[in-house]
Every structure is written in C-alpha cells, then in structure tokens.
Nanobody
Framework: QVQLVESGGGLVQPGGSLRLSCAAS????????MSWYRQAPGKERELVAS????????NYADSVKGRFTISRDNAENTVYLQMNSLKPEDTAVYYC????????WGQGTQVTVSS
C-alpha cells in the first residue's frame, strides 16, 4: 500500500523556521521525483520545490528561493523541506507528491505563520 505521510507542520511566528518531512512507503522511492506543493485558502495548489530522484537537481518557486531547501534521504525513503524566514504568506497546507510513471499525494500538513 502506497503511503506518503507528511509531518512537521504547525504554528510559527514570522521569521521562524519549520522542517517538514514526508515519509514514503509502498513504492520504489529512489526512482521518483519528489515535490512539495502548497495550497492556501481560496487559492490553487502551487509547486513549492522539487528534487530529482538522485537528489542532485532541485527546483524552487521564486517566492521561496533562498528561504526554503528541499532534500531527500533515499535510504530512509524521506523527503524534507526546510523552511526558514517564514512569512505570513507562506501559510498553507503543504503536500508531498511523488511522480514517476504514476503520481502519489500525501494528505497534507498545515503550516500557519502568524504572530
């Protein structure tokens, strides 16, 4: 059974940091491109960052460049999103996605940036 389980979300003050994790199981994790998306209330889901299967290539939305870092551990079947200098506009539900021949989504984790 395929599972993507996100964790690490929560409430943080502006300027703070969070580290999201997405634990994968049920498929060959090391073959998949992994991505983080987010969806704020009333807005469409948008790509935040992606990382290639070997971890050597990354891509970021302009809005998070220099603040967020995506990484992966293929031995642990986990992808991470380190989020620094958080802003209120980063508030959203963050989703993990795995894509190769098929696409899998996690259930999401809420990130709220507020004072």
């Amino acid at each position: 059974q395929v599972q993507l389980v996100e964790s690490g979300g929560g409430l943080v003050q502006p300027g703070g940091s969070l580290r999201l994790s997405c634990a994968a199981s049920g498929f060959t994790f090391s073959s998949y491109v992994m991505s983080w998306y987010r969806q704020a209330p009333g807005k469409e889901r948008e790509l935040v960052a992606s990382i290639g299967s070997a971890g050597s290539s990354t891509n970021y939305a302009d809005s998070v460049k220099g603040r967020f870092t995506i990484s992966r551990d293929n031995a642990e079947n986990t992808v991470y999103l380190q989020m620094n200098s958080l802003k209120p506009e980063d508030t959203a539900v963050y989703y993990c996605k795995a894509s190769f021949l098929v696409t899998y989504w996690g259930q999401g984790t809420q990130v709220t940036v507020s004072s």
